[in-house]
């Protein structure tokens, strides 16, 4: 049984467990590896991994009960994810089959890349798929359609965990900078009537503390309130790594964690330390374990 570090997928580790280990005794006879799926599924996905060597199956989705030659019941998966080997937690798309209402099997492709204008962009079940009951025609559109993902997209995609990553650096700074200018019309009327009276030496207590935190602490605050670093998104796959500046069009692609540049390798060390999300001043923020926004 696959281990729980090598499975890749959005159905649940342990209950896909209960459902492979469950059709197997039941003497379910058709499998991708440890997944239990139709005959026909298994027919396309074998084509299919014959002409695209890198892609591999996720389980992502619920599978569907069965009667079993001797009679058993069972569940196999009617529909798998597909990804490629160098980046399988990213799912690219999927296959799967179902029954024509005459009786006839139709293969069926699902991906982002597929604009079906038959259905609205909102019915995510139609205008993402292709269905054809011609095995030669669903290999063509699973070739067509089922892509690795590339690096532009997928900055495009993480740039909300970007601009999460600097407001929550720049948050802080922010409150205590705004709380200290926030002082009510009073106390500045006050201040004007003093300084017009007096000079430019703050007289009532808010001006006094702003003042005094401005002198102190003001351009820090102002650096970290407008905190805008260069980013570098970083995308760490099993074989290689590949990064690229936001400023610049050239994806850098290294065979050696060794010839990463020394200042992102080590603000990547910095990061694998904290969790998802965590954002880390002049450093970055970590995506997951294979992606990482790097300020540089």
Same mark, same amino acid.
């Given at each position: 049984m696959i281990s729980k570090d090598d499975y890749v997928g959005d159905?649940?580790?342990?209950? &896909?467990?209960?459902? /492979?280990?469950?059709?197997?005794? #039941?003497?379910?006879?058709?499998?991708?590896?440890?997944?239990?799926?139709?005959?026909?599924?298994?027919? &396309?996905?074998?084509?299919? =991994?014959?002409?695209?060597?890198d892609i591999v199956v996720r389980v992502d989705n619920r599978p569907t009960n069965v009667i079993c030659e001797g009679g058993e019941p069972a569940y196999i998966f009617p529909e798998l994810?597909?990804?490629?080997?160098?980046?399988?937690?990213?799912?690219?798309?999927?296959?799967?089959?179902?029954?024509?209402? @005459?009786?006839?099997? @139709?293969?069926?492709?699902? /991906?982002?890349?597929?604009?079906?204008?038959?259905?609205?962009?909102?019915?995510?079940?139609?205008?993402?798929?292709? =269905?054809?009951?011609?095995?030669?025609? #669903?290999?063509?559109?699973?070739?067509?359609?089922?892509?690795?993902?590339?690096?532009?997209?997928?900055?495009?995609?993480?740039e909300a965990d970007l601009s999460r990553a600097v407001m929550n650096i720049r948050a802080p700074a922010q409150e205590v900078y705004h709380k200290a200018l926030g002082m009510g019309r009073n106390a500045i009327r006050q201040e004007i009537d003093n300084m017009i009276r007096m000079g430019y030496a703050p007289m009532t207590q808010d001006f006094k503390e702003a003042f005094a935190l401005m002198e102190s602490q003001g351009d820090d605050l102002k650096r970290v309130a407008n905190y805008k670093p260069r980013t570098c998104f970083v995308w760490a796959k099993p074989d290689k790594v590949e990064f690229k500046y936001s400023d610049e069009d050239q994806v850098h @692609?290294?065979?050696?964690?060794?010839?990463?540049?020394?200042?992102? =390798?080590?603000?990547?060390? @910095?990061?694998?330390?904290?969790?998802d999300g965590d954002a880390v001043m002049d450093v970055g923020t970590k995506i997951s374990n294979t992606m990482y926004w790097v300020f540089v």
């Open positions: 159905y649940g580790y342990n209950r &896909f467990v209960d459902v /492979s280990s469950g059709s197997l005794s #039941a003497g379910w006879k058709h499998w991708i590896e440890d997944i239990p799926v139709p005959l026909h599924l298994l027919k &396309f996905y074998n084509e299919v =991994k014959h002409k695209r060597k994810g597909l990804a490629f080997s160098d980046a399988p937690e990213l799912k690219c798309g999927g296959i799967g089959m179902e029954r024509h209402i @005459v009786g006839d099997w @139709v293969y069926y492709v699902r /991906s982002a890349l597929i604009r079906n204008e038959k259905y609205k962009p909102s019915n995510k079940d139609g205008y993402n798929v292709l =269905k054809t009951k011609n095995f030669a025609k #669903a290999i063509k559109n699973v070739l067509q359609y089922v892509k690795p993902v590339e690096m532009a997209w997928l900055m495009e995609d993480k @692609v290294v065979y050696n964690v060794q010839d990463v540049p020394e200042n992102i =390798k080590d603000k990547i060390a @910095v990061l694998q330390i904290g969790g």
